[in-house]
Protein backbone atom coordinates (compact mmCIF):
# COMPACT_ATOMS: atom_id res chain seq x y z
CA UNK A 1 0.00 0.00 0.00
CA UNK A 2 1.17 3.58 -0.77
CA UNK A 3 3.56 2.44 -3.85
CA UNK A 4 2.92 3.84 -6.87
CA UNK A 5 1.31 0.32 -9.39
CA UNK A 6 -0.54 -0.50 -12.51
CA UNK A 7 -3.61 -2.41 -12.06
CA UNK A 8 -3.84 -5.33 -14.85
CA UNK A 9 -7.80 -6.56 -14.29
CA UNK A 10 -8.71 -9.47 -15.82
CA UNK A 11 -12.08 -10.51 -16.28
CA UNK A 12 -13.86 -13.86 -15.08
CA UNK A 13 -14.18 -14.53 -11.34
CA UNK A 14 -15.31 -18.41 -10.26
CA UNK A 15 -16.43 -16.78 -7.21
CA UNK A 16 -19.31 -14.24 -5.91
CA UNK A 17 -18.46 -12.59 -2.77
CA UNK A 18 -21.18 -10.43 -0.68
CA UNK A 19 -19.09 -7.84 -0.96
CA UNK A 20 -17.64 -7.86 -4.39
CA UNK A 21 -16.45 -4.38 -5.25
CA UNK A 22 -15.50 -5.74 -9.17
CA UNK A 23 -18.54 -7.57 -10.36
CA UNK A 24 -18.35 -5.57 -13.45
CA UNK A 25 -15.15 -7.94 -14.26
CA UNK A 26 -17.21 -10.71 -14.37
CA UNK A 27 -17.83 -10.04 -17.94
CA UNK A 28 -16.98 -6.53 -18.57
CA UNK A 29 -13.69 -5.77 -20.14
CA UNK A 30 -12.71 -6.49 -23.52
CA UNK A 31 -10.07 -8.84 -25.24
CA UNK A 32 -6.62 -7.77 -25.59
CA UNK A 33 -3.07 -9.91 -26.64
CA UNK A 34 -0.14 -9.60 -24.03
CA UNK A 35 1.37 -7.13 -26.63
CA UNK A 36 -1.26 -4.88 -26.03
CA UNK A 37 -1.10 -4.91 -22.23
CA UNK A 38 2.49 -4.49 -22.14
CA UNK A 39 2.56 -1.42 -23.72
CA UNK A 40 -0.16 0.25 -21.81
CA UNK A 41 1.61 -0.92 -19.17
CA UNK A 42 4.45 1.11 -20.69
CA UNK A 43 2.38 4.26 -20.44
CA UNK A 44 2.97 4.05 -16.67
CA UNK A 45 6.24 5.36 -14.99
CA UNK A 46 5.85 2.36 -12.51
CA UNK A 47 7.39 -1.22 -12.82
CA UNK A 48 5.19 -2.47 -9.82
CA UNK A 49 2.35 -4.08 -11.74
CA UNK A 50 -0.60 -6.11 -10.07
CA UNK A 51 -2.25 -8.55 -12.00
CA UNK A 52 -5.60 -8.63 -10.60
CA UNK A 53 -9.78 -9.85 -11.43
CA UNK A 54 -11.80 -10.93 -11.09
CA UNK A 55 -9.54 -14.45 -10.70
CA UNK A 56 -6.78 -14.04 -12.49
CA UNK A 57 -5.23 -17.87 -12.04
CA UNK A 58 -8.80 -18.35 -14.35
CA UNK A 59 -7.10 -16.88 -17.37
CA UNK A 60 -5.29 -19.32 -19.55
CA UNK A 61 -2.12 -16.89 -20.73
CA UNK A 62 -2.13 -15.46 -17.67
CA UNK A 63 1.60 -17.16 -17.02
CA UNK A 64 2.92 -15.77 -20.14
CA UNK A 65 2.23 -12.48 -18.96
CA UNK A 66 3.30 -12.85 -15.63
CA UNK A 67 6.70 -14.55 -17.07
CA UNK A 68 7.32 -11.89 -19.50
CA UNK A 69 6.58 -8.75 -16.98
CA UNK A 70 9.52 -10.41 -14.59
CA UNK A 71 11.76 -11.21 -17.07
CA UNK A 72 10.96 -7.40 -18.06
CA UNK A 73 12.29 -6.18 -14.67
CA UNK A 74 9.00 -5.45 -13.54
CA UNK A 75 8.03 -6.54 -9.93
CA UNK A 76 4.43 -8.73 -10.07
CA UNK A 77 1.82 -8.93 -8.15
CA UNK A 78 -0.69 -11.73 -8.43
CA UNK A 79 -4.24 -10.95 -6.08
CA UNK A 80 -6.53 -14.28 -6.65
CA UNK A 81 -9.58 -15.31 -4.52
CA UNK A 82 -7.66 -18.50 -3.24
CA UNK A 83 -9.52 -21.09 -4.71
CA UNK A 84 -7.27 -22.28 -7.17
CA UNK A 85 -4.33 -24.07 -7.27
CA UNK A 86 -1.21 -22.04 -7.24
CA UNK A 87 1.49 -24.43 -8.25
CA UNK A 88 1.96 -22.86 -11.86
CA UNK A 89 2.49 -19.69 -10.93
CA UNK A 90 6.25 -18.07 -11.31
CA UNK A 91 7.91 -18.40 -8.17
CA UNK A 92 9.37 -14.56 -8.72
CA UNK A 93 5.62 -13.10 -8.64
CA UNK A 94 4.27 -12.15 -5.26
CA UNK A 95 0.75 -13.86 -4.54
CA UNK A 96 -1.30 -11.94 -2.88
CA UNK A 97 -3.42 -15.06 -1.35
CA UNK A 98 -7.05 -14.35 -0.32
CA UNK A 99 -8.42 -16.56 1.92
CA UNK A 100 -12.36 -16.23 2.30
CA UNK A 101 -13.64 -15.33 5.73
CA UNK A 102 -17.71 -16.66 6.10
CA UNK A 103 -19.34 -13.46 5.44
CA UNK A 104 -17.88 -13.45 1.54
CA UNK A 105 -20.33 -16.43 1.54
CA UNK A 106 -17.11 -17.94 -0.29
CA UNK A 107 -15.50 -19.42 2.53
CA UNK A 108 -16.43 -22.66 1.35
CA UNK A 109 -14.05 -22.75 -1.61
CA UNK A 110 -10.47 -21.89 0.61
CA UNK A 111 -8.13 -24.00 -0.87
CA UNK A 112 -6.24 -24.97 2.35
CA UNK A 113 -3.80 -27.03 0.90
CA UNK A 114 -2.33 -24.06 -0.78
CA UNK A 115 -1.56 -22.56 2.17
CA UNK A 116 1.69 -25.10 1.91
CA UNK A 117 2.45 -23.72 -1.39
CA UNK A 118 2.85 -20.38 -0.16
CA UNK A 119 6.42 -19.17 -0.47
CA UNK A 120 7.83 -16.63 2.16
CA UNK A 121 7.45 -13.41 0.20
CA UNK A 122 3.57 -14.24 -0.73
CA UNK A 123 1.42 -12.58 1.50
CA UNK A 124 -2.06 -13.72 2.74
CA UNK A 125 -5.21 -11.51 2.78
CA UNK A 126 -8.32 -11.41 4.92
CA UNK A 127 -10.92 -9.24 3.66
CA UNK A 128 -13.01 -8.44 6.84
CA UNK A 129 -16.74 -7.57 7.30
CA UNK A 130 -17.69 -7.46 10.77
CA UNK A 131 -16.48 -9.12 14.62
CA UNK A 132 -16.98 -12.21 13.79
CA UNK A 133 -15.46 -12.59 10.15
CA UNK A 134 -12.29 -11.26 12.10
CA UNK A 135 -12.51 -13.52 15.27
CA UNK A 136 -12.58 -16.20 12.48
CA UNK A 137 -9.31 -14.63 10.90
CA UNK A 138 -7.50 -14.46 13.74
CA UNK A 139 -8.36 -17.61 14.75
CA UNK A 140 -6.87 -18.84 11.20
CA UNK A 141 -3.87 -17.18 11.23
CA UNK A 142 -3.07 -18.49 14.87
CA UNK A 143 -4.09 -21.97 13.81
CA UNK A 144 -1.79 -21.47 10.82
CA UNK A 145 0.73 -19.54 12.31
CA UNK A 146 0.78 -17.97 9.40
CA UNK A 147 2.26 -14.39 10.66
CA UNK A 148 5.62 -16.68 11.18
CA UNK A 149 5.89 -16.99 7.78
CA UNK A 150 3.81 -14.32 5.78
CA UNK A 151 3.34 -11.03 5.61
CA UNK A 152 -0.72 -10.93 6.62
CA UNK A 153 -2.89 -8.57 5.51
CA UNK A 154 -6.26 -7.72 7.10
CA UNK A 155 -8.39 -5.08 5.26
CA UNK A 156 -11.62 -3.71 5.82
CA UNK A 157 -14.43 -3.79 3.39
CA UNK A 158 -15.15 -0.59 2.00
CA UNK A 159 -17.90 1.28 3.35
CA UNK A 160 -19.29 -1.44 5.28
CA UNK A 161 -16.50 -2.62 8.63
CA UNK A 162 -15.16 0.68 10.60
CA UNK A 163 -11.39 0.79 10.07
CA UNK A 164 -10.99 2.27 13.65
CA UNK A 165 -12.80 -0.97 15.02
CA UNK A 166 -10.73 -3.21 13.04
CA UNK A 167 -7.30 -1.69 14.03
CA UNK A 168 -8.68 -1.65 17.93
CA UNK A 169 -9.29 -5.37 18.01
CA UNK A 170 -6.10 -6.29 16.09
CA UNK A 171 -3.91 -3.90 18.67
CA UNK A 172 -6.50 -5.59 21.53
CA UNK A 173 -5.38 -8.74 20.68
CA UNK A 174 -1.51 -8.31 19.90
CA UNK A 175 -1.95 -9.77 16.49
CA UNK A 176 0.64 -9.93 14.61
CA UNK A 177 -0.73 -8.43 11.04
CA UNK A 178 -0.97 -5.14 8.62
CA UNK A 179 -3.64 -3.09 8.68
CA UNK A 180 -4.79 -2.44 4.65
CA UNK A 181 -7.25 0.17 3.82
CA UNK A 182 -8.13 0.32 0.05
CA UNK A 183 -6.13 3.55 -0.32
CA UNK A 184 -6.52 4.22 -3.89
CA UNK A 185 -10.44 4.37 -3.02
CA UNK A 186 -9.78 6.85 -0.17
CA UNK A 187 -8.15 9.38 -2.54
CA UNK A 188 -10.28 8.52 -5.95
CA UNK A 189 -13.43 7.41 -5.13
CA UNK A 190 -14.55 4.91 -7.32
CA UNK A 191 -12.88 5.47 -10.17
CA UNK A 192 -12.02 3.26 -12.92
CA UNK A 193 -8.78 2.84 -14.88
CA UNK A 194 -8.35 2.71 -18.90
Not at 119 to 142: N, Q
Request: charged fraction near 25%.
Amino acid sequence: MGRPCAFVRLTRCNLRCRYCDTAYAFTEGREMTIAEIVEQLDRYPTRLVEVTGGEPLLQPDVHVLVKLLLDSGREVLIETGGSLDITPVDPRAVLVYDIKCPDSGMSSHNLWANLERLRPHDEIKFVITDRADYEWAREVVRFHDLARGHPVLFSPVWQVMDATALAGWILEDGLLVRMQIQLHKLLWGERRGV
